[in-house]
């Protein structure tokens, strides 16, 4: 029942807001500006009123609108950096809106000049603290490792994040490991993004339109994660004709369909389209022909990963989506029996434009589920699943002198079915459903060289009885053109908690649980009255362009994790009345915990014609306290270096080289200090320990006391392109994965002491073929 009061304060409060602004007494100008050329959406253009103040910017849709505008005739120019200008005369009326389709054509400059001005006009825009928007033409300037580009091996690049590897596959952010990173696939979200193998991710580069990634600090739109947001959008189908891309590597295969299911007459007209990716690894089957060196049964990666789209637009600009997922992982490894992770999905979004309203709503509905196992030698097996779905509905006003406010409700559901041993052998099993119910608010004020974004957040976890209030703020101020200061924080929280083990020396295992019951009562001497994780942000930093094609990026940031839930290390008992004698720390299948992270993330990048350089250095600290013992995390790597060179050769610019290299200082790990002979008491009192079958056990130093080596890999590809005809493209890339061949660990047992090493020199090749 307190979910629809609550349901009902949300829907209430948009009410509001709506009706406050409808009450308007002048004209208002609306609309979408677009390519001419593709009819894609022009991102960040300027939108005003000749010899007036009233002006706009576009968002990532191309929308903009202009309000209160007092009736006469105008003017209305349109003008984006690398297009030319448009004037548009225009006649507003009282209480009427005009509605336009602006196209705006390409100036004959060159196309970098124009991708870096534009970049530098989003800076001074937008307050992008702790943010990373990447394009496709981005991810496709670093190495293409096995002869495919994706966003896995481009993020492993960006300051702050930290990967476990080329093999493992998992995403740590500033001090937030990957259950507290929130990942959306079109509104959608992905349990697991990355594949075993760290390589690839589960998105394809050629059907990705912006991939936003938040380090920290983000608005009240995004919640439910504690310490980073990953939203990434497709774009539509071809509008116009039938288009396909496949290729080939030595790692795997991949095939693109896209094409009109009603085709765009003119620019701006109305349409539907459809677009189908396909790609897999068949490295396991492909490495006993071409890298039979590193092992003769081959490596066991296998993934394949199916997404598909169909997009509707309205001559007025209105979208909506149906789309699907079903992305699938499984690797064998010789001291891991069965490793395998399997997740699907469906859902829609749409943006809808009134008639009668200066609104912009939009909204989504979709449905994943990811289930995850582990079977290891000799060892009990660890199964996770989590079912859920997320809808929103969310309104955005575009207010005088490029101000904005957006606000919305959002609902999500899950439910998560875990089983587990720990160390002790102890199982931990739990069945928990969940419901969430939020709304927020923002707003983007602008003023000269100042940007103000507050927002708040309102989160009730109806499963438990709680409500989270969230405020948040980010601002900028431009100093001058070249140089500004940025600020962002929160507050935020999230119920669902990792399900794996910290005394792994490498973790595979990422099941989920959300809401546990079984919490100590009391931590540090103080009663625990709630059940959420919770963080506070606080990050500050300033950006430049002290040359033309320079920018450079400075940040420091601090998390503090006030309150987190983790698996029981130490459960040996059942918590049960016959064992309520037992401290809670013995008995629990739980604990609370808390800590911090901190750090400095420094990238200068220069791009320009044919020359991009990308330098980043990431220095980071973790530190979590159980309430008896303070320790650093598995995934605490204190240094982090990358650095990405690539160049363009040949008078039309087909060659392409490119070389990554990355250096890390080791991550922390449990050591070994002995062995035991280990009897389980499975029948209690009667159980024969003269006669029964010991276990072998091991005795754990301090947690993540040790540290792995420190790991280096370079990296190095060449791409040509050949066009064969206006419409038929031939893309041909080769590189090298490990080029000194360096060893670093990847996985020890502890019983064996089998060692499992990242990936060794591997040449690899690969052709595409776009017709």
Same mark, same amino acid.
């Not at 005369?89 to 209480?95: G, I, L, S, T």
């Not at 915990?593 to 992270?597: N, P, S």
């Given at each position: 029942?307190?979910s629809?009061?609550?349901?009902f304060i949300?829907?209430l409060a948009?009410?509001i807001?709506?009706?406050?602004?409808?009450?308007?007494?002048f004209?208002i100008?609306r609309?979408f500006?677009y390519?001419?050329?593709t009819?894609?959406?022009?991102?960040?253009?300027?939108?005003?009123?000749?010899?007036?103040?009233?002006?706009?910017?576009?968002?990532?849709?191309?929308?903009f609108?202009?309000?209160q505008i007092?009736?006469?005739d105008y003017?209305l120019i349109?003008s984006?950096?690398g297009?030319d200008?448009?004037?548009i005369?225009?006649?507003?009326?009282?209480?009427k809106i005009?509605?336009q389709?602006?196209?705006l054509?390409k100036?004959t400059?060159?196309?970098?000049?124009v991708e870096?001005s534009a970049e530098?006009q989003?800076?001074q825009v937008?307050?992008?603290t702790?943010?990373?928007?990447?394009?496709?033409?981005?991810i496709?300037?670093i190495p293409?490792i096995?002869?495919?580009?994706?966003i896995?091996q481009?993020?492993q690049?960006?300051p702050g994040?930290?990967?476990?590897?080329d093999q493992g596959?998992?995403l740590?952010?500033?001090g937030?490991s990957?259950?507290?990173n929130?990942v959306?696939?079109?509104?959608?979200?992905?349990y697991n993004?990355?594949?075993?193998?760290g390589?690839f991710s589960?998105?394809?580069?050629?059907?990705?339109?912006?991939?936003?990634?938040?380090?920290?600090?983000f608005g009240?739109?995004?919640?439910g994660?504690?310490?980073s947001?990953m939203?990434?959008t497709t774009r539509?189908?071809?509008k116009?004709?039938?288009?396909?891309?496949?290729g080939?590597?030595?790692?795997?295969a991949?095939?693109?369909i896209?094409?009109?299911?009603?085709?765009?007459k003119n620019?701006?007209d109305?349409?539907s389209?459809f677009?189908l990716?396909?790609?897999?690894?068949y490295?396991?089957e492909?490495?006993?022909?071409f890298y039979?060196?590193?092992?003769?049964s081959?490596?066991?990666?296998n993934?394949?990963?199916?997404?598909?789209?169909?997009s509707f637009q309205g001559n007025?600009?209105?979208?909506?989506n149906l789309f699907?997922?079903?992305?699938?992982?499984?690797?064998?490894?010789k001291?891991?029996?069965?490793f395998k992770?399997n997740?699907q999905?469906g859902?829609?979004?749409?943006?809808a434009v009134p008639g009668v309203s200066p609104?912009?709503i939009?909204?989504?509905f979709a449905?994943?589920?990811?289930?995850i196992?582990?079977t290891?030698?000799?060892?009990?097996?660890?199964?996770?699943?989590?079912?859920?779905?997320?809808?929103?509905l969310n309104f955005t006003y575009?207010?005088?002198?490029?101000?904005?406010?957006?606000?919305?409700?959002e609902?999500?559901?899950?439910k998560?079915i875990?089983?587990f041993?720990?160390?002790?052998?102890r199982r931990?099993?739990?069945t928990?459903?969940t419901?969430e119910?939020?709304?927020?608010?923002?707003?983007k004020y602008?003023?000269?060289?100042?940007?103000v974004?507050?927002s708040?957040?309102?989160?009730?976890?109806?499963?438990?009885?709680?409500?989270s209030p $969230?405020?948040r703020? &980010?601002?900028k101020?431009?100093? /001058?053109? +070249?140089f500004r200061? @940025?600020?962002?924080g929160?507050f935020?929280s999230?119920?669902?908690?990792?399900?794996?083990s910290d005394r792994d020396?490498?973790?595979?295992f990422?099941g989920?649980?959300s809401?546990?019951?079984?919490?100590p009562?009391y931590?540090e001497?103080?009663k625990?009255?709630?059940?959420?994780?919770?963080?506070?942000?606080l990050?500050?930093g300033?950006?430049s362009?002290?040359?033309r094609?320079?920018t450079v990026?400075?940040e420091?940031?601090?998390?503090?994790?006030t309150?987190l839930s983790?698996?029981n290390r130490?459960k040996i008992?059942d918590?049960t009345?016959?064992y309520?004698?037992k401290p809670e720390?013995?008995r629990?299948?739980f604990i609370i $915990?808390?800590?911090? &992270?901190e750090?400095?993330?420094? /990238?200068? +990048?220069?791009d320009f @014609?044919r020359?991009?350089l990308w330098a980043v250095y990431?220095?980071g600290?973790i530190n979590?306290?159980d309430?008896?013992y303070w320790y650093v995390?598995?995934y605490d790597?204190?240094h982090n270096?990358n650095?990405?060179?690539?160049?363009?050769?040949?008078?039309?610019?087909?060659?392409?080289?490119n070389?990554r290299?990355?250096?890390?200082?080791g991550f922390p790990f449990?050591?070994?200090?002995?062995y035991y002979g280990?009897i389980?008491?499975?029948d209690?009192i009667?159980t024969d320990?003269?006669t029964?079958?010991?276990e072998?056990?091991?005795?754990?130093?301090?947690?993540?006391s040790?540290?792995l080596?420190?790991y280096?890999?370079l990296?190095?590809?060449?791409?040509?392109t050949?066009?064969i005809s206006?419409?038929i493209?031939l893309?041909?890339?080769?590189g090298?994965?490990?080029?000194?061949?360096?060893e670093?660990?990847?996985y020890v047992?502890r019983?064996?002491?089998?060692?499992?090493?990242?990936?060794?020199?591997?040449?690899n090749a690969?052709?595409?073929?776009?017709f």
């Open positions: 029942m307190k629809y009061k609550f349901l949300c829907i948009t009410s807001g709506k009706l406050a602004y409808t009450q308007q007494h004209g100008i609309g500006v390519e001419k050329e009819s894609d959406p022009v991102m960040f253009s300027n939108v005003y009123l000749l010899n007036t103040t009233h002006g706009s910017v576009t968002d990532e849709n191309g929308y609108s202009i309000l007092p009736v006469g003017t349109v984006g950096i297009y200008s448009v004037h005369p225009v006649k507003v009326e009282k209480n005009i509605n389709k602006i196209f054509t100036a400059i060159l196309l970098e000049d870096i530098k989003e800076r937008q307050t992008l702790s943010i990373t928007k990447i394009s496709p033409k981005q496709n300037a293409a096995g002869g495919q580009a994706d896995a481009y993020l690049v960006l994040i930290i990967f476990t590897g596959g998992q740590y952010i500033r937030g990957p259950i507290q929130k959306l696939l079109d509104g959608m979200i992905v993004p990355f594949h075993s193998i390589l589960v998105f394809d580069t050629d059907i990705l339109r912006s991939a936003d990634i938040y380090t920290g600090g009240a739109e995004y919640g994660r504690i310490s947001v939203d990434i539509e189908g071809n116009k004709r039938l288009s396909s891309k496949v080939a590597s030595t790692f795997g991949r095939c693109l896209e094409g009109p299911l009603q085709k765009q620019p701006g109305g349409f389209s677009i990716s396909f790609k897999n690894s490295l396991k492909s490495s006993k022909i039979n060196y590193v092992d003769t081959g490596l066991p990666f993934y394949n990963d199916i997404y598909g789209k169909l007025n600009g209105s979208k909506f699907g997922f079903h992305f699938g992982d499984v690797v064998n490894y001291v891991i029996s069965d992770w997740s999905g859902g829609m979004n749409f943006i609104v912009l939009d909204g989504n449905c994943s589920s990811y289930k196992s582990l290891e030698k000799d060892r009990s097996p660890r199964n996770s699943e989590i079912n859920g779905f997320n809808t929103s575009f207010l005088p002198k490029k101000r904005e406010i957006r606000y919305g409700i609902m999500l559901g899950h998560t875990f089983d041993y720990n160390s002790a052998n931990i099993d739990a928990e459903n419901t119910v939020a709304t927020f608010v923002k707003y602008t003023a000269s060289r100042l940007l974004e507050p708040f957040r309102l989160h009730y976890y109806a499963s438990l009885s709680e409500i $969230e405020p703020l &980010a601002v101020y431009n100093i /001058s053109r +070249k200061i @940025k600020a962002a929160g935020y999230q119920n669902l908690i990792a399900a794996n020396v490498v973790n595979l990422y989920f649980i809401g546990p019951d079984n919490l009562e931590f001497g103080k625990v009255n709630s059940k959420l994780q919770k963080a506070k942000h990050i500050i300033i950006e362009e002290p040359l094609n320079l990026n400075l420091a940031y601090y998390k503090w994790f309150q983790n698996l130490n008992y918590d009345p016959e309520s004698d720390f013995l629990k299948d $915990e808390r800590g911090d &992270a750090g400095i993330d420094f /990238s200068a +990048k220069y @014609k020359l991009y990431s220095l600290f979590r306290f309430g008896t995390p598995h790597r204190r270096i650095i990405v060179a690539a160049y363009k050769l040949g008078s039309e610019l087909n060659w392409e080289i070389a290299w990355n250096i890390g200082s449990t050591l070994s200090q002995g280990l389980d008491f499975a209690g009667n320990y003269t029964v079958n010991e072998l056990g091991i005795l754990y130093d301090k947690i993540n040790g540290r080596p420190w280096h890999r990296d190095i590809s060449a791409r040509y050949a066009k206006k419409l493209q893309e041909a890339t080769a090298i994965t490990n080029l000194y061949d360096r670093n660990v990847f047992d019983i064996t002491f089998a060692r499992i090493n990242q990936l060794p020199f591997m040449p690969g052709i595409t073929l776009l």
